[in-house]
């Protein structure tokens, strides 16, 4: 009689943990854990030169940042890579037009990338660097963070 019960118990908690695992599964399927649904957009790392609020990352590959220079002197920002979540491959934009920002102030910089295809809304991790010039001409330097967001 014992160990009917047993098997009885362990089949009853057994489906029950079959169910929970299951739709655990549908719901990371469909996104709903995605982290950076929840957080909103988020800037992590950077140096001297800070990427602040508001960016943005259009379906159409086009990257907007808002730049503020910590450096001490004015810089010319020549280049933006970026490689996209756990993506391996690098995306480089080298602006044609280097941005001059002066020391303390913001400027906004806008790179362009031929990205995979993506929906307006999903949820978005991009590794960035961006190489500046400091002083405009002189050594090339570079600040590394990540962003996040959706794509707008």
């Known amino acids: ?27 990371a399927y469909y996104g709903i854990f995605a982290p950076a649904g929840f957080l909103g957009p988020t800037a992590r790392g950077f140096g001297q030169v800070q990427v602040l609020t ?10 907007t940042i808002n730049i503020e220079n910590r ?15 756990d993506n391996p491959t690098v995306y480089t934009d080298t602006l044609t037009t280097p941005v001059q ?7 906004i910089v806008q790179g362009t990338f031929s990205l995979p295809s993506a929906n307006r809304g999903d ?3 991009v590794t960035l660097t961006i ?5 405009p001409g002189g050594a090339t330097f570079s600040s590394t963070g990540t962003l996040s967001g959706t794509y707008s």
Do not use: H
Request: net charge negative.
């Open 131 to 135: 190489y500046y010039e400091y002083p």
């Open 101 to 107: 920002i002066v020391s303390g102030q913001q400027g």
């Open 123 to 125: 949820s978005w991790t």
């Open 1 to 27: 009689m014992r160990g009917q019960t047993a098997v009885e118990y362990l089949m009853t908690y057994g489906w029950a943990i079959l169910i929970i695992l299951i739709v655990a599964g549908v719901l």
């Open 54 to 63: 508001p960016w943005s990352l259009a379906t159409t590959g086009t990257l």
């Open 71 to 85: 450096v001490g002197g004015t810089i010319n920002v020549t280049e933006l890579n970026m490689t996209l979540g």
